[in-house]
Every structure is written in C-alpha cells, then in structure tokens.
C-alpha cells in the first residue's frame, strides 16, 4: 500500500505485506510505546480491524492481532490498559473517512484463517539484552540466560537462602507476568515439566500466564533444581520470581522483558511435526468490491484528502487486482 497514515502519539505505514508502526517520543506518549519505539506488523498477524468512535473528538482503528501472534500481547494476557494497546490508533474524528478507507483496506487483505490462533509467533518481540530493576531484586536477559540478583532491602529470606538465580531458557516453558499496576505485581518463570502446577492461593499469586507456563531451573545445582521442583505458591518466597513495587517493575520495562523471553523460550523449545504456517495469498477480488472501492477513493481525493499521485497509483493498483 505504501501510505502513512499520522494519528495521535503513533504513525501507520501501509506496505503491501503487513503495518509499520512507528511509535512518538514525548512527555505525553505512553512509556511503553516510547519504550518499543516502532513494531512491524505482518497482515497475517491480524485477525480484525475495526474503528470506532473515542474519547473528546476522536477516532479509533484498531487492529486486533490473531491469539498467538504477538509475543508482547501474549504475555500481557489482557492486562494492558486501553490507553497502553499498542495496536490502537488514536485520529482526529475529522480523519475518519479516511481511517475508515485504511480500515477497509487492511480487512481486505486478511487470511482465511485470520480468526484462528497462530502456531508460532509473527510479530517480533523486544531484543535482548534487557534488564530492569524489581522491589526485591534487578533482572537481566542477554537472549540465553536469564538472571536473578537479590537485593537485601526487598528480597525474602527464602530467596537470600536460595541466592542468587540463573534460568537457561532452553530449561523454560513459559513467562507469567502480573502487571506491576495490580496488586501483588510479579514477573514468573514456571519449570518445564511443572505445566500444570498451578501457585495456589495467597500474596504474590496470580493469573496472568503468558501462552505456556514458564519453567526454569535455578543455579543449574541439585539443589536449585530440588528448589523448583517444590514450587512455592507466593512469588515473593519463589527464587524463580521476581515482585514490583511502587516504581520497581514498571509496564513499559518487565513486560518487554517478559515478551522477550517468551519469544525466546518459544523459539528454542524443541519442535514437533507441525510445519511453520505460510501466510495465505490474497485471491482476486470481486469486481464489485473494486468498484466500490474506487468509488471511495474517489471521494477522497475530491475531499482532498488524497493527492493526485496517491489517487492514480491506488486506482492502478485497485484494477490491477480484477
């Protein structure tokens, strides 16, 4: 498509495989926008696009990517709030018709299977190496290892016994992330093998798990691993959690950290039979369709909203697809 499309605290770039979003720096974006600083999107990551009216004069198109697609969503497990969704865009409602041309645009390249959960992820997770400091100690992740180190301000006698923690992500299942902005916030990683053990009850407990549990071992020693195996139900007595806190553990620095690694875990888990999903190709469409379409564009371009360049390499395109 190659058009940019400029809303509030992020811009839109149309290719023809998939949705460049490149996000603003300023006092008023969101951190964890400023944070991922911009994130391709393939069409094949969607599963919708729907507009809608927003807040004081404005508009919003959204695009809902398919469950399983976004590393960073799939470690969010619906905890993001509205304002920190990062397939959101805010637009001026005078912007609407075109937003609602966009929106069109990109539901007309969605898959057949677009409503289906992916096998794999699409959208690129943060890269490593990260870090980020917790209520009871500072994490890191060079993109193999992820580290523990305790601090003797915040962490539990159970984690100063246990000292501190290395986890190979090859050892790892899953990420369970507890947004800082609930209570009793943590970051988890769960044992592989330990799947269906679920923390019980009580402080530091919680229900936001990434896709798969995460499991880890400790030091790589007996008794770490004796450690994990017997798994403690509150995150801040679990030598493979950390907490938040107040300032400690913000959105827009452990939860890229959790999407990174569950991106990572994912990626070196050992593989199945299952073959890596092929993006479906977009068919011819019906002439009626395109019809429709130039008619709409043509409004566009009379409402000046379109340049003259814009309008005939959309048409030439539009036709070349009968």
Request: proline share 8%; with cysteine.
């Amino acid at each position: 498509m190659g058009d940019v499309l400029a809303g509030i605290h992020a811009t839109w770039e149309f290719d023809t495989d998939s949705v460049l979003i490149r996000f603003e720096r300023g006092i008023r974006t969101p951190k964890l926008f400023q944070s991922l600083r911009e994130r391709r999107v393939p069409h094949a990551a969607l599963s919708a696009v729907t507009l809608t009216p927003g807040k004081r004069g404005t508009v919003v198109l959204h695009a809902v990517p398919r469950p399983g697609a976004d590393p960073l969503l799939e470690a969010a497990a619906g905890q993001l709030k509205d304002g920190c969704d990062p397939y959101r865009l805010v637009l001026p409602a005078e912007r609407e018709t075109l937003a609602e041309y966009y929106a069109d645009e990109l539901r007309a390249l969605l898959g057949p299977d677009a409503a289906e959960s992916t096998d794999r992820f699409l959208v690129a997770a943060p890269e490593a190496p990260m870090r980020f400091k917790a209520y009871d100690g500072r994490a890191s992740f060079d993109g193999d290892r992820i580290s523990f180190r305790w601090f003797w301000t915040g962490a539990s006698t159970a984690k100063w016994k246990a000292g501190d923690q290395t986890f190979p992500v090859t050892e790892l299942s899953g990420v369970e992330w507890r947004s800082p902005e609930a209570f009793d916030g943590y970051l988890r990683l769960l044992p592989r093998g330990l799947e269906g053990v679920a923390p019980g009850p009580g402080p530091g407990t919680g229900t936001g798990m990434a896709a798969e549990p995460v499991t880890g071992t400790g030091t790589g020693t007996a008794q770490s691993a004796q450690q994990m195996a017997s798994r403690p139900t509150r995150a801040d007595q679990d030598p493979a959690a950390v907490i938040f806190g107040l300032g400690y553990g913000p959105v827009h620095e452990s939860l890229p950290f959790a999407a990174a690694v569950l991106e990572s875990v994912r990626r070196k888990q050992p593989t199945t039979a299952a073959p890596a999903a092929v993006p479906a190709g977009v068919g011819r469409r019906d002439p009626a369709d395109i019809a429709e379409r130039i008619r709409h564009l043509g409004e566009l371009h009379q409402a000046g909203l379109v340049t003259d360049d814009e309008f005939s390499a959309k048409k030439a395109q539009l036709l070349a697809e009968l």
